[in-house]
Antibody, heavy 121, light 110 residues
Framework: EVQLVQSGAEVKKPGESLSISCKGSGYSFSNYWIGWVRQMPGKGLEWMGIIYPGDSDTSYSPSFEGQVTISADKSIGTAYLQWSSLKASDTAMYYC??????????????WGQGTRVTVSS | QSALTQPASVSGSPGQSITISCTGTSSDVGNYDYVSWYQQHPGKAPQLMIYDVTKRPSGVSNRFSASKSGNTASLTISGLQAEDEGDYYCSSYTGSSTWVFGGGTKLTVL
């Protein structure tokens, strides 16, 4: 079964660093893009960025460029979303997602279960 | 890269049809046939309902259909059922490995 399993919920203080993960299984991890999507409480989906684990080619939404870092370790089939200094406004649910086929532009049909991040002093 | 424009809410009675619009620009919806639609139930991850403007993934009911004209895409749900209630998001590829979502539409089945 193709699936993405994300790391568990996090509660952090402003200014702290954080890395959340997304582990793929049941397919060739290196050959499919992995995207990250933010959903703030009660709000809509926002596309953050994407990585191709095969060569770590990464693209970010202008809204998130410089705010987060997306990386991947293809040897363990895991993608990461990282913050160096969290803000209260980073409080949200974060989803990773994989496209149907390994083609640029394709829709995302496999989603992780989401990781809830709470940033509060 | 602005979000695609969707109505905040739509509603319909069981058995009726509803349509949700998704308006973008010539840089996204109008330029690529990579428009997709997602359904999200409360507390759940989004689920792909439509890809490549009009195609349904295996397992998605044929009550869901979609189209595109110019910079506007549309999702139609016919024969509304209670289980269709939820949030719907459109999305478009915008080139250079970037995507954009719509603001989301809350569907209420009356």
């Amino acid at each position: 079964e193709v699936q993405l399993v994300q790391s568990g919920a996090e509660v952090k203080k402003p200014g702290e660093s954080l890395s959340i993960s997304c582990k793929g299984s049941g397919y060739s991890f290196s050959n499919y893009w992995i995207g990250w999507v933010r959903q703030m409480p009660g709000k809509g989906l926002e596309w953050m960025g994407i990585i191709y684990p095969g060569d770590s080619d990464t693209s970010y939404s202008p809204s998130f460029e410089g705010q987060v870092t997306i990386s991947a370790d293809k040897s363990i089939g895991t993608a990461y979303l990282q913050w160096s200094s969290l803000k209260a406004s980073d409080t949200a649910m974060y989803y990773c997602a994989r496209p149907r086929i390994p083609v640029a532009g394709d829709a995302f049909d496999i989603w992780g279960q989401g990781t809830r991040v709470t940033v509060s002093s | 890269q602005s979000a695609l424009t969707q109505p905040a809410s739509v509603s319909g009675s069981p058995g009726q049809s509803i349509t949700i619009s998704c308006t973008g620009t010539s840089s996204d919806v109008g330029n690529y046939d990579y428009v997709s639609w997602y359904q999200q139930h409360p507390g759940k991850a989004p689920q792909l309902m439509i890809y490549d403007v009009t195609k349904r993934p295996s397992g998605v009911s044929n009550r869901f259909s979609a189209s595109k004209s110019g910079n506007t895409a549309s999702l139609t749900i016919s024969g509304l059922q209670a289980e269709d209630e939820g949030d719907y998001y459109c999305s478009s590829y915008t080139g250079s490995s970037t995507w954009v979502f719509g603001g989301g539409t809350k569907l209420t089945v009356l």
